[in-house]
Structures are given as C-alpha cells and as structure tokens.
C-alpha cells in the first residue's frame, strides 16, 4: 500500500504542471470583396475591398481606384465611378436584361455571375387601427408572385406632424442587418408574411411605437409613417441566408457551417437586384 | 410459422436420417470457474478439420470414424486428446495459463475464416493501458483497425464509416442503446462482469440484423460454478465489487458486479462559485441453472448518470441550472439445450430500456420565478423474443437458422414555450436461414436475412450475405464477401460530438426510409511463425442516412418535432483497408493495427449539394500495443496510437459582413497521436489470492490533441462599431498526460465439501 500510495503522490505531482491550450494556423484565402447591388429605383451601387485573414482585426480599407463596369445582356453598360466610400452608376437602370458586374484593380479580376432584375411587390391595400395603448395595428395586402414571399424587407419612417423628415424606425425584426447605403434591410421580417391567393400579406403586424426601446416616440407625436418596401433578387436572399445560418454555429461543432454563399466568381461578396415600392400613411 | 415449426421438429429427429456419421456434441469450460470459453476451436486432427464453440461454449462437430481432436483457445492450456466411446454431451475443461504466458496466441490448425471478426477474451483486453487505469472494453476495442472512438474521451465507436447508432451492441442477446458512462469517459460495460465480446466489422453472418456497421456482441461472465470468488477494485474514478458463487456446484451460479463513480465526492472542491453533482452507477446480475442437457440463464443490467450543474454569478441575481440523467435497463431470460447430437436451440425473451432526460432552467434567486425553462426527454424501449437452432448437417455443412421480435416504443419530448412530442410504437421481426459450408480448402457462410418493421406503413428488407474463405497454402488464406445490412432505427445526431449525451433514437417513418448499408470486402490472412497478419479491404455505401439540417443551433429544444429538424435521404460512402499484425516472441506480445480510408457524406441541401467528409474520417489510423512479462509479476504494457486529425469546416476569410467559411470540411486538425504506458504488479498471497497494483500514464508524453476548437479575440469599440484585435484560433486538449492508479484484490474461496 505504501508502494501505491507514493506513486500515485508521485504521478499527481507529475500532471499538476500541463499544457492544455495551442493555437493553430488558419490558412487565409485572399480574394476581393465585392458587394453590388442595382435597382431601377435607386440606380447601381458597389462597394469593394479585399478580405483579410480570420485572425487579423475586422478593420476594412476600402478599394478606391479600381476598374468597374456593369454589362448589361453581355455588353459594357456603364463604367462606374468612386465617390467615397463607393462605385456609383450615373446610368438608369432598365427593368429588362440580364446584368453582370466587372471589377479589376491590381492583380485581381472578378466577375459576378449574371442576374435578371426581380419583380417588384406593390401596396395594394392598407388599413390600421389605434388601441387603447398606443398600439398601431397594420393589416397590408401585396400583389405579388408567389416567388417574392421570402424576397422582401421593410422600413418604416415616422413622420412628425409639424416636419417633413422622416426617422427611422427599428421594427425590432429578426436578423435587423443594414450595410449603409447598400442597404439590405432585415430578411428576418418576411417571417410574419403569409401567401394567400397570390397576395402576401402582413399577419397584424403590431407597431408598438410607444414601447420602441429605441425612439419612445408617443403616438401622438407623430403625424404618420412612411412604409418602404424592398423585394430582393435571389442572389441577395442566398447570400443573407447562408450568412445568417452560419452566424449560428460554432466553429468545432459537428454541425458545421456550411460553405458560404457567393455569386462573385474569384471573389467573396454578392451581386444582386432590389426593386422598392413606398407608401405614406397618415392619420 | 408453421413451416417453421416443421422444419425444427424435421432437424430434431433427423439422427435417424443420418446415422452412418458419428457427431459429437459437448461445451468448453473454464477449468477454474467453469465460465464458458466462447469462440475456442474444436480441432478434429485425423480429417483437418473443426469447429468453434458458440455463446454457451456449445459445439457440435461431425468426426465421422476420426477420434483425435484438440481444443484450444487464447490464454489456455490446449488439450490433446483420443476420445474414447462415450455419450454426448462431453465437457472439455481448459485450464488457465500463469500470467506471463496470458497473450493472444494465434490458433495454430484452423484458422477465424473472416478476417472482419475479431474475439477478444477479456484477459487480453485487461491488459491494455487506458486512461487514469480505469479498464474500458470500448476503448480497448478502439485500438483495433477499422475502429475509432471519433473524438478523444468518447466511448462512441464509428466503424468503417459507420456511426455509433449503426453499430449492434448485445449484452447478452440484449440490444444497449447508450454504451456510455460519465459523458462517453467510459463504457456501460464493466469488464469484471464480462466473459468475451466478439466484433464483427464486415462479413456479417444472417443471424445478425438491425445495424449498418457492426455487431459488438458482448457475454456476461455466468458466475463460478466451482467455488466462490470475486474481486474488489479501487480505481481513481470508481470503485468495483463482483462476487461470483455456486449456488449448488457445477449446477447453477449467481454474478453480482457493481461499480460507482466518486465524482460526487469532489463536490465544490475545485470551482465554489459551481454547485456540480455527478453520479454514475451500474449493476450487472447473472444466473445460471443447469437443467439436465440445457441451461437457463438470467441477466440484469441496470445502468445510471446523473449530473446536475447549478450555476450561480456572484451580484446576480439568476441561477441557471441543467439537470441531466440517462440510463439503461436490460434483461433476459435464455434456455439453451441440445436437442440432438446435431442441433442444439437457443430461446430469448428480454427486455431493453433507454432513457434519457435533461431540464435546464434559469431561476431569479430572489422571488424563485423561473425566467427560462427547457427540457427534452427520450425513451426507447425493446420487447424482444428470439428462437435460434445450430444444426451440424454433416462434416461439411452447419446450418444457422432463426426468427424473432421485438416491440419497440419510443417516447420523444421537449419544452421551450410550448410542448412538443411524438410517441410511436412499431413491431419489427425477422427470419434467417445461414449455411457455414466446409470442404477442403474450400469454406463459407452463405445466408439471408428477411426482416419487416411496422410504422404507420409497412417496411422490409431482405438481407443476403456471403463470405467464401479459399485455403491457398499452409499458411495464408484469402477471403472474400458481402452483406446487406438494413436499419430500422436511428439515432440523431449529437452537434457537439463530444460530452454529455443527448442521445434520441427515432424510428424511420413514411418520410424516412429505413437505411441499407452493402458491404463488400476482400482480403487474406497470413500466419507463420507465431505471426499473424491480417489485411482485409472494404468498401461500404450506406443510403437514406439522415442528419440535422444545416442551421440549427440547439435543435433538442425542439426535437419533439424531430422530423422537421432532419435532412434525409442522404447518402455514406466509406472504403479502405484494415491491416493487423499479432506477434509473439518469448514474453514479448505485440499487436498493432492500421487503417488506411476514406468516409464521405452527401446531402442535397448540405454543402451545396456536393459531397465531403465525414467528420470523423481518418485517412490514417495506426495503433501498436506491446506487452512484456516481466518475472511472472510484472506485466508491462505501452500503447501508441496515431491518427489524421478529424475534417472540419473553417473561415479562410473575412469580410466585411461575415467570415469566409470552406466547403465543408474540407480542413484538418492536427493529427493525433499519444502514448500510454502501463505497470502492472501481481503479488499472490498464501491462500492463492491475487493482490494487482496497476499504474498507467495517459498521454505520457503530454501531446495537446485538440478536443474544442474556438475563436477569441478582444473587441474594442472604435468608430461606432466593435472591431476585433488579437483574433486567434485555439485549441484545447482535455486529456494531457494523465496519470493513473488502481488496485485491486481477486479471491477465490474453495469449497471442497459442497
């Protein structure tokens, strides 16, 4: 017994001073970041740069003397030009054709895969009622195809009585992810949309302006809103989908996460169509 | 049914068909305790031929005029023997070789005629080095090729690309649904409860159905028919207790062994801000009456963990808590008798439980409201009845045939916001015919298996088998087969992989068709010169496999709508080669095993469609244990193992709004590999006893093999947003060099006068 008892002291003492932690080396993959975007309403927009490893700062420099044309059915359309801090077209966008965005600088050479303008999704009908409380209920109807179900965000603006600026308002939906000016609004919402009879709907959809965590604007402060509306094109909707299922897991896990989605061959980002529709509501 | 019936009642009294053959029938026993010796070679020397003992340590061999056989199993002293006229049943009774001459020999004269089967007496596997000195049957059973535990600390075993849930693991007939203890550190199965477990990776005999990947069948010890013994363990982790006795000598025994953890001893001992509780307890009972020929057996099993983890910040007023229990219940009635010289009849009736339930809540210290609450719960539960007859035909043919039932319940649930569950009930039986044909240089098993499982609609299978062993010299011999295997069941896959269970097993519904595995190998095995090497090459495709879809984070707070969590149809294809080599030399004893494959997986909505690797894929996987008897009380023993690193999925990139992540696992961890090195002391007092010190050093030379992976980094607030500085990917290890320590004392009582 003593025999064991002076190993096992001895093999105790041993293991008290072990290394349990290493790092390893992620392999970075350089490639340029193009995100673009075109809408017949807003015209084309594209921000570039160049991605950096996993393990360095999440600090981006954007790109600023690059080559950028968007083709339109295979042919240059319009070369687009930098104002900071990205790639405006001066040229209106057609509803019809397919387009395409080319992008150099450097030794890099990219080009998105191409994509067709979406159909839009119009206001048909509104109607609202105001509880006791405060509460804006808002029943809207859309016309649609059955496709722009899972295709669409949207934005509200308050409208104050005595201004004609408009504040924007968080609507506190899923997934609330907004890139400035490129402005991909949260794709969470379409979760509370429903199809009926080639209308999509909003299920009473409830506002409680007067508890928004961010505004606390009282409902008799405001004069209205202003409801935007943006339909996505399918490239966008699969590169926020994978961004969002991927946001989910954890890196280790067996459920891994799932290679990201891209339609910028020999680059990262994404390249996709928006159309808008708006409505003023007051009361 | 009724063909059935005719068919046994046919082969019972068929001794009058064929009477100019002269059939021996018998069973093999330990010379010390009278166990069974399961899977020993009954060798006929005139003719060249022979036969194996089964579960019981039956044979039946057809001799013919011949009269000289030998019988001889690993760790044993062979008999040689001229057998005089005598009536069946006969009783050999092997005696046990000292210490230092316990190795695995090769069997000289008649050699496993599939390479894919492997028996490991528990002697051998006893031996083998493992973490903290706690024996585990599964971790041992991971050293050999073919078979990996997936993660480090895991007692789940992935073979030849199969997953754990495709693997059949029997105690006693008995399907165990979760095999193990103290999250996956050990198996359910106690070693000193244990006789014998036979794997089998490939080539599967028709008698076996129900799982994909393997049949790990595993036989209790019958208790000691000659005299009382037992043993007490004291380990790091657990303590042990088994005592063994006749109840009238050589008629009828009793087994007890029980083991428990001490990890609730060291409540609060290293962290004071947690209040963490584990046990862990298992049970195993078996008895053994003979009545004239035949004999009934009882086993029990009753197994648990409990681990409850309650959390409390310092200032806060919320306590999270997570309470998880799982367990398994097993039991069996069996009664086997011979019913002639040549066909001898195998009843089971059992029964088989899992269950599993796992609460987390967040409760306001103060006012005891509960702010978060949610719990998922599972149970499995096997009603099984099997009938299975050996019938020696002739020197050339022994027939396999059987059928069977079971019942099988489950019960899913889960809580978050609202209740979710799904009950089922779905019957599944079977019938199998198996032919194990031997003639020259020349043998097989040709079988075929039809099986049928009921839920809400009717599925079945049917299931052929082949495995040909061709003689091409002396000393080498070349196999070849195939089987399908069907799979009724499943169980959902754990996202972690790693840790505490949350083990579900569903049944296939009309959404989910039942998976089919074919297998198909080829490969030789070569002995000479107390070498043995084996080589057997595969390739396996699984279809309908199901898995979690790709974005779910904690989908066990919903599982009771299990069905719209999963992707189907999904498609496994594995192939490789096993090699293993045995040598002996003097006191030397050397076993090693190397897996060289490929594991694939392939879902339409998972990776973009495209094909990758499984998790757990391992190009390489090499192990080599060697044991040296050192003066008779001195067992020294070592261990290294080496494999590729698991395939992971990993950003390349980042971007502005999200990180660049590879094609699924299309990356590697580092590769793994340790040592582990063990000491054993025996001391024999003057009563016979045995007094065992054993100490083991997991991980001796402290290799950090990666068990979680994560990100860190530092945010700081900068222009309106939180930008990340010092970003690293880590990796820790949970089991650096671990050493270890137990001792144990083994009795036997004798009672001359009984």
């Known amino acids: ?121 119009s206001i048909l009908t509104y109607d609202y009622t105001i509880d006791l409380d405060s509460t804006v209920n808002m029943k809207m109807s859309f016309k649609d195809d059955a496709l722009a179900i899972n295709s669409c965000s949207a934005k509200i603006y308050l409208i104050k009585p005595d201004s004609t600026k408009y504040t924007p308002l ?23 949309h429903y199809l009926d009879d080639g209308k999509v709907h909003f299920f009473n959809r409830q506002y409680r302006l007067k508890d928004s965590p961010f505004y606390h604007i009282e409902i008799d402060s405001i004069a209205g809103i202003k409801y935007i509306l943006r339909s996505y094109s399918p490239s966008i909707i699969s590169f926020y989908q994978s961004l969002n299922e991927n946001r989910q897991i954890e890196i280790g896990s067996s459920t891994a996460p799932d290679p990201s989605w891209s339609n910028i061959i020999g680059g990262y980002g994404f390249f996709g169509a928006y159309r808008k529709d708006s409505t003023i509501l007051l009361w | 049914m009724k063909i059935f019936i005719i068919l046994v009642l046919l082969f019972a009294g068929s001794n009058w068909v064929i009477c100019q053959e002269r059939v021996l029938e018998g069973f093999v026993y330990d010379a010390e305790s009278e166990e069974p010796v399961i899977g020993a070679l009954v060798f ?43 009536l069946s049943p006969l009783t050999f009774k092997l005696q046990p070789i000292v210490l230092s001459e316990v190795v695995v020999n090769a069997q000289k004269s008649m050699r496993n005629n599939n390479p894919a089967k492997i028996i490991l007496p528990i002697k051998t596997l006893n031996h083998m080095p493992t973490i903290g000195g706690e024996k585990d049957i599964f971790k041992s059973l991971s050293l050999l090729p073919g078979v990996s535990t997936g993660q480090e600390g895991s007692s789940n075993l992935f073979i030849r690309g199969g997953t754990p849930d495709q693997n ?57 028919r000659s005299n009382f013994s037992g043993n007490v363990g004291l380990g790091l982790l657990n303590s042990s207790a088994t005592c063994s006795t006749p109840l009238t000598k050589h008629k009828s025994s009793i087994m007890v062994a029980g083991r428990t953890a001490y990890l609730t001893l060291l409540k609060g001992f290293f962290d004071k801000e947690n209040d963490y509780f584990y046990s862990m307890s298992d049970l195993n009972i078996k008895n053994h009456f003979q009545i004239g020929k035949g004999s009934i057996f009882f086993s029990f099993y009753k197994g648990s963990d409990k681990s409850n983890f309650a959390r409390t910040i310092p200032n806060d007023t919320i306590i999270t808590s997570q309470n998880i229990h799982w367990g398994n219940n097993t039991a069996s009635i069996r009664y086997i008798t011979p019913l002639s010289n040549r066909l001898f009849a ?79 009930t779905t019957p599944e039986y079977y019938i199998y015919a198996e032919d194990n044909f031997r003639k020259g240089r020349f043998s097989s098993n040709i079988g075929i298996r039809w099986s049928h499982f009921y839920n809400a609609i009717h599925f079945s299978g049917i299931e052929p088998r082949i495995l040909t062993t061709f003689k091409l010299t002396n000393f080498i011999n070349i196999h070849g087969g195939a089987s399908i295997m069907t799979q009724y069941i499943s169980l959902l896959p754990n996202p972690n992989g790693f840790g505490l269970p949350n083990d579900i097993w569903v049944p296939i519904t009309k959404e989910t068709n039942a998976q089919t595995g074919l297998q198909a190998s080829i490969g030789a095995d070569i002995t000479f010169s107390n070498w043995v090497l084996t080589i057997d090459a595969y390739k396996k495709k699984m279809t309908h496999q199901i898995t979690f879809k790709k974005s779910l984070k904690n989908p066990f707070a919903q599982i009771g709508n299990w069905e719209s969590l999963i992707e189907k149809d999904g498609k496994g294809d594995a192939y490789g080669a096993d090699f293993f080599v045995k040598k002996q030399y003097r006191k030397f004893n050397f076993i090693s095993g190397y897996t060289i494959s490929r594991n694939y997986r392939q879902f339409n909505n998972i990776n973009q469609g495209e094909r990758y690797f499984f998790t757990y894929d391992k190009t390489h996987d090499f192990s080599i244990n060697v044991t040296y008897a050192w003066k008779k009380k001195i067992m020294l023993t070592g261990n290294w193992v080496y494999s590729t690193g698991r395939a992971i999925t990993l950003p390349v990139a980042s971007t502005p709004l999200q990180q660049i992540y590879s094609k699924k696992n299309s990356f590697r961890l580092p590769s793994y590999h340790r040592l582990d090195l063990g000491i054993e002391y025996s001391r024999f007092t003057q009563e016979k006893n045995k007094w065992i010190w054993n100490f083991s050093i997991y991980n001796a030379y402290n290799r950090i093999n990666p068990n979680l992976i994560r990100v860190t980094g530092n945010p700081i607030f900068k222009n309106g947003q939180y930008v990340y500085t010092e970003r690293k990917l880590k990796i820790t290890s949970l089991f650096p060099l671990i050493p270890g320590a137990s001792i144990r004392y083994e009795f036997t009582s004798k009672r001359k006068n009984q």
Do not use: W
């Open chain 1, 1 to 121: 017994m003593k025999t064991f008892l002076l190993f096992f002291s001895l093999f105790v003492l041993v293991s008290c001073e072990r290394r349990k932690e290493t790092e390893i080396a992620i392999p970075h993959i350089k490639k340029p970041v193009v995100y673009g975007v075109i809408s017949p309403e807003d015209g084309a927009i594209c921000a570039i740069t160049i991605s950096k490893p996993v393990t360095s700062n999440n600090e981006f420099k954007p790109i600023t003397d690059a080559f950028v044309v968007l083709e339109r059915n295979q042919t240059n359309y319009d070369t687009l030009l930098y104002k900071a801090p990205y790639y405006y077209s001066t040229k209106d966008i057609m509803v019809d054709g397919e387009y395409s965005l080319f992008v150099q600088f450097g030794e890099y050479e990219v080009r998105s895969e191409p994509i067709k303008i979406n159909k839009k999704i």
């Open chain 1, 170 to 192: 968080k609507t506190g939906g899923p997934g609330n992810y907004s890139s400035g000016p490129i402005y991909l609004s949260p794709l969470g919402f379409y979760n509370n």
């Open chain 2, 44 to 86: 006929d020397i005139t003719n060249k031929s022979g036969t194996y003992t089964n579960e019981y340590g039956h044979f039946s061999i057809d001799l013919n005029t011949a009269k000289h056989i030998q019988i001889s199993f690993i760790g044993y002293q062979p008999i040689d023997t001229i057998l005089k006229e005598s």
């Open chain 2, 168 to 224: 059949l693991v029997l105690l006693d007939g008995i399907p165990v649904y979760n095999t193990t203890h103290l999250g996956g550190y050990l198996s359910v199965f106690n070693s000193d409860a244990i006789n014998n477990v036979q794997l089998i990776k490939g080539g599967f005999p028709a008698r076996y159905g129900g799982r994909l990947s393997s049949i790990i069948d595993i036989q209790m010890n019958n208790g000691n």
């Open chain 2, 346 to 424: 195998k009843v089971l009736v059992g029964i088989t439980t899992y269950s599993f339930k796992r609460k987390d809540k967040n409760i306001n210290k103060e006012t005891k409201d509960i702010l978060y609450s949610y719990s998922n719960s599972s149970k499995i539960r096997d009603h099984l009845l099997k009938l299975d007859f050996n019938y020696t035909l002739n020197k050339n043919h022994e027939l396999n045939f059987g059928a069977g039932g079971s019942l099988k319940q489950f019960a899913i649930k889960s809580f978050l916001k609202e209740t979710l569950s799904k009950d089922y």
